[in-house]
């Protein structure tokens, strides 16, 4: 029979509390105090009724350490040199609990668990007051009738699970008054629904004198309509009821008066368990957010603490304000100088970096200011000339790179450079100008082939005029750069007009932000190379102009106003009309540098041109007039400086010069002028009309660039002369030379063999 167990309900004497707390201070915090969750005496054991087993594990082996400090303990001096706080345990109680009373209750939580000497100075009824008046001024509200304020301090303040030792647990269930994980949750809850599974022979309405709680463990902190148990608490539970019937069963006196109090008993307290659990939750969460608070303030004063530390060395806050997400910044701790010297070598090789960056930024931005006063001026000096000059004139930029105006924009960010230090270099604008013109010859020439000396007759004088090099129609460049791009293709650069009035670098780089917007950046002029490809197909179209390559120039050239044609460029039909791609001398050079009809499998493509008659050239240059190019808002007026920096409309011009010029029917040259930085090629096709070709022409012609055909002039002379075998370049280049023929026709001078037919 076992020993009757007493049942007393009342608070906890302060010896059995001491006992309760030892365990609820443990290292792991594993085992639950039933006396203070069930609210029953230490006698009664959860595993059964009577009184605490006499039988005692053997006593753990004692770790060395000091005795608990007395009054007259004597305090222990540390090491020199050291900062340590091994002298706290040896120093007098009234001085220790002195210092105590300033901690917070999770401080005094945590510090009960460092070691023995702590744990028992602060179990020890003395230090009652200590943890009582940490709880009252950090706010918490006071414990439950069953709960020692050192197992309701664990509860507060704790971040460990109650039962696995598992840490960061944040939130508290105050329906079971326990801290634990998700895991031990989802291992130790028994749903109502589930209780007569795994209890079977346990009637239910035992459930009502357990506390329960609403949140499961798989609800994510989310509650339900569930009512979830603790299972110790069920199987305890059982074991006390079987001890109260059992004393009922044996007609003890007065046993059912005590089951049926202890049943009464239970269910008030579950009551005000339920009643009690909002509240608890309320102020822990209020409390949390002012933990949160508190421990971002102190984020913040650290922050504040590191920046001011690097501001003292020369750097600048915006430096340091974008690492403030590293780690070194984020600690609650306050910054020391040993901490100082710890972060500092982390942290300033970037910020130095950010700072490199930002007086680069800074001085790039006064150089853009700089340039925006020689921009001012340039304008002014710009209004001084026929609006025809303007296209020779470089960037604003181009003439920032020219001293002494270098010398000015670079000066060092310390010195102090005005207007008027610009306005006086403003007075060699014409001389600079003039020098970077020729600069830019200079170089071109020098990327120009050496020619031989022409041959002389006898008693032949030389020419007093020297022709420029530049000007011949043959001194063909290629430019490669971006800055061409958002436009048509470049056009090639032929001539010293062309090469002075080629400026294709982004027009506003370097300025604070006028002008259009161009999505590149470049601020270096294009690069110039010689054309070798390109200076062979002008020397051919100047000798089908009936000019000597090597003295045409390209003025010569513009004056003829030729237009011609490619042979290998087909006819396309559109909507039933024919037509075919004419070209002026200038696009039929890009023509061929752009390689519209080479590729992989023909590399070495030859062109063959013809000089189109005057009917098919006029309709080239109306098809050239109507082209999208001239929509561009790229035309200035001739007879003032209103649209010096705002180029406009075509149209737009032509109503300002009736407007305010009162010019009825305005020529463009002398009344308007379409102004580019340099000369591009038309957007759409430029054509003209043709006749619908022959199936045997469209033979030729779609033949991949390899038709076999015959000359007719040769037919006459031998049989193998008649069998001989052209494709259609081979066979134009055959008539001319051998035949005299200027235009050979399909179907005239050549057709195709019959093979190809």
Not at 620 to 636: C, F, H, I, P
Request: aromatic share 8%; glycine share 4%; with cysteine.
């Amino acid at each position: 029979m076992p020993p009757r167990a007493t049942r007393s309900t009342a608070r906890k004497k302060p010896e059995d509390t001491a006992d309760e707390d030892v365990e609820v201070l443990s290292d792991n915090l594993e085992e639950r105090d039933e006396s203070s969750v069930e609210g029953v005496s230490e006698a009664e054991s959860e595993y059964g009724p009577g009184t605490k087993s006499k039988s005692k594990a053997p006593p753990k082996k004692r770790a060395k350490t000091s005795r608990i400090p007395t009054e007259n303990s004597p305090a222990k001096k540390a090491p020199r040199g050291k900062k340590s706080l091994s002298l706290l345990p040896t120093m007098p109680l009234d001085v220790l609990y002195e210092i105590f009373g300033n901690l917070s209750p999770k401080d005094i939580f945590n510090l009960a668990k460092t070691n023995k000497a702590f744990r028992q100075t602060l179990l020890s009824p003395n230090a009652t007051t200590v943890w009582i008046s940490a709880r009252q001024r950090f706010g918490a509200p006071d414990p439950p009738e069953d709960m020692s304020e050192i197992a309701w301090a664990a509860l507060l303040f704790g971040t460990s699970c109650q039962k696995c030792g598992a840490k960061n647990i944040r939130k508290v269930d105050f329906m079971l008054r326990l801290r634990v994980c998700t895991n031990c949750k989802k291992n130790h809850f028994v749903v109502e629904s589930r209780f007569k599974t795994l209890f079977p022979d346990i009637d239910r309405s035992v459930l009502e004198l357990i506390p329960y709680t609403n949140t499961g463990g798989w609800s994510h902190g989310y509650a339900s309509n569930s009512r979830f148990f603790w299972d110790a608490d069920i199987h305890s539970m059982i074991r006390k009821l079987a001890v109260f019937e059992d004393d009922v069963h044996r007609r003890r006196l007065n046993a059912a008066k005590k089951l049926a109090d202890f049943k009464m008993e239970r269910m008030a307290r579950v009551t005000e368990i339920k009643d009690t659990a909002a509240e608890y939750g309320t102020w822990l969460s209020a409390s949390e957010m002012e933990r949160y608070k508190a421990s971002v303030a102190l984020v913040k004063q650290r922050k504040e603490a590191i920046v001011e530390r690097f501001i003292e060395l020369g750097y600048a806050e915006a430096d340091v304000s974008g690492l403030t997400y590293r780690k070194e910044f984020q600690g609650t701790t306050q910054l020391t100088d040993r901490i100082w010297n710890r972060i500092r070598p982390l942290l300033e090789p970037e910020i130095a970096a950010r700072k490199a960056k930002r007086l680069e930024e800074e001085f790039a931005k006064i150089q853009r200011n700089r340039r925006g006063i020689v921009d001012d001026l340039y304008k002014s000096y710009k209004a001084s000339l026929h609006p025809s000059q303007w296209k020779y004139l470089p960037r604003t930029f181009d003439l920032c790179q020219l001293s002494p105006i270098a010398a000015m924009v670079e000066a060092p960010i310390e010195s102090t450079v005005t207007a008027a230090d610009f306005a006086e270099a403003a007075e060699t604008f014409p001389a600079l100008l003039s020098s970077f013109s020729e600069d830019r010859k200079q170089k071109a020439r020098a990327l120009l082939p050496s020619a031989p000396p022409a041959p002389r007759e006898p008693g032949e004088i030389e020419d007093d005029v020297v022709q420029d090099v530049l000007d011949l129609a043959t001194s063909v460049f290629e430019c490669r750069n971006v800055g061409t791009q958002g436009h048509a293709r470049s056009s090639p650069v032929v001539g010293s007009d062309d090469l002075l009035s080629h400026h294709c670098g982004a027009p506003d780089h370097g300025l604070p932000h006028r002008g259009y917007y161009y999505w590149y950046s470049s601020s270096e002029e294009g690069k110039l190379l010689f054309s070798e490809e390109g200076s062979q197909v002008a020397a051919s179209l100047v000798r089908l102009a009936g000019l000597d390559p090597t003295t045409a120039l390209a003025s010569d050239m513009d004056k003829k106003d030729l237009r011609f044609s490619c042979s290998r460029c087909i006819p396309l039909n559109v909507s039933g009309s024919w037509s075919r791609r004419g070209y002026s001398w200038r696009s039929a050079i890009l023509h061929v540098l752009d390689h519209a009809h080479s590729g992989p499998s023909q590399p070495n493509v030859q062109y063959n041109w013809a000089v189109l008659s005057v009917t098919d050239a006029d309709a080239v240059k109306a098809s050239e007039m109507l082209d999208r190019k001239w929509d561009r808002e790229s035309w200035t007026c001739a007879r003032c400086t209103t649209f010096l920096d705002n180029l406009r409309k075509r149209v737009d011009i032509l109503d300002h010069l009736k407007s305010e010029h009162q010019i009825a029917d305005p020529k463009q040259g002398d009344d308007f002028i379409f102004h580019e930085r340099f000369r591009s090629s038309f957007v759409g096709s430029v054509s003209y009309s043709v006749p619908k070709p022959s199936k045997e022409q469209l033979q030729v012609m779609t033949a991949n660039g390899a038709p076999k055909v015959h000359c007719v002039h040769c037919s006459s002379v031998s049989l193998s002369a008649k069998n001989r075998l052209f494709d259609v370049v081979g066979v134009t280049q055959h008539i001319k030379a051998k035949h005299n023929c200027p235009n050979p026709q399909m179907g005239k001078d050549f057709v195709v063999a019959k093979a190809a037919r």
